[in-house]
């Protein structure tokens, strides 16, 4: 055999071994897996239509048309004295809770079925107090949830750290939610420190939206 056959022979061993080592290479074996993969079933594709900023100078992301801004619970109050006339729901939830990631799409589900009779609004607790890592630290990766969840609802994260607020509302852990009436008073929150509502918690489905479908016959005017 002619050197320069040796030679090729060589080089195209010398090529395919490299080309075979880099294939396993682009795989990494530490991907975290974001809230995120939560069942979306429910949500609808999302439109680029973007949201009205429900916090006047409150600091806003946007992403392919949904909104989200940081705000305090002080600052949820005023918001939702200003809904004149219509029932809010605020939910209390954070991306480390599988029941609240369960319950999420549900949410979103319940400000699709009652558009102009209703205020959902999700308050994200995963702001711990950490001076490292402040309130807009995980905005990207709650926008990439919020956009997939198609969550066209007023999506606050909080600015206080989650245990002082659990203090501040006498709430022992999340989920938990919150149902405003037409009037801006609350009344009722939903949570499971009693186990009212068994081993599973509460759900949009068995609990909430029952009570708004309820409230809202309620309050319907009468036909003149």
């Not at 880099?22 to 239509?49: H, I, M, R, W």
């Not at 048309?65 to 729901?89: D, M, R």
């Not at 919020?146 to 006498?170: F, G, M, R, W």
Request: aromatic share 8%; glycine share 6%.
């Amino acid at each position: 055999m002619s050197p320069q056959v040796l030679c090729i022979l060589g080089l195209l061993i010398l090529f395919f071994g490299c080309s075979q080592e880099g294939s396993t290479a682009d795989t990494p074996l530490d991907v975290d897996v974001p809230a995120q993969s939560v069942d979306t079933s429910e949500a609808e594709p999302a439109t680029n239509k973007t949201q009205t900023p429900a916090i006047p100078d409150a600091q806003t992301f946007e992403h392919e048309g949904v909104t989200a801004q940081i705000a305090n619970w002080e600052q949820l109050q005023e918001f939702i004295g200003s809904q004149n006339g219509k029932i809010v729901v605020v939910d209390l939830w954070s991306s480390w809770c599988e029941p609240c990631l369960r319950e999420f799409p549900h949410l979103v589900a319940l400000q699709k079925k009652y558009p102009e009779k209703i205020v959902c609004v999700s308050f994200n607790l995963n702001y711990d107090g950490s001076k490292d890592s402040p309130p807009e630290s995980g905005s990207e990766e709650l926008m990439e949830f919020y956009t997939k969840q198609n969550a066209k609802i007023v999506n606050l994260i909080s600015s206080t750290p989650d245990e002082d607020l659990y203090k501040k509302l006498d709430l022992a852990s999340i989920p938990a939610a919150y149902v405003y009436g037409t009037d801006g008073k609350l009344l009722k929150r939903f949570d499971n420190e009693t186990q009212a509502y068994g081993e599973e918690g509460f759900t949009y489905e068995a609990h909430i939206t029952p009570m708004i479908d309820e409230l809202l016959v309620e309050t319907k005017q009468p036909e003149k």
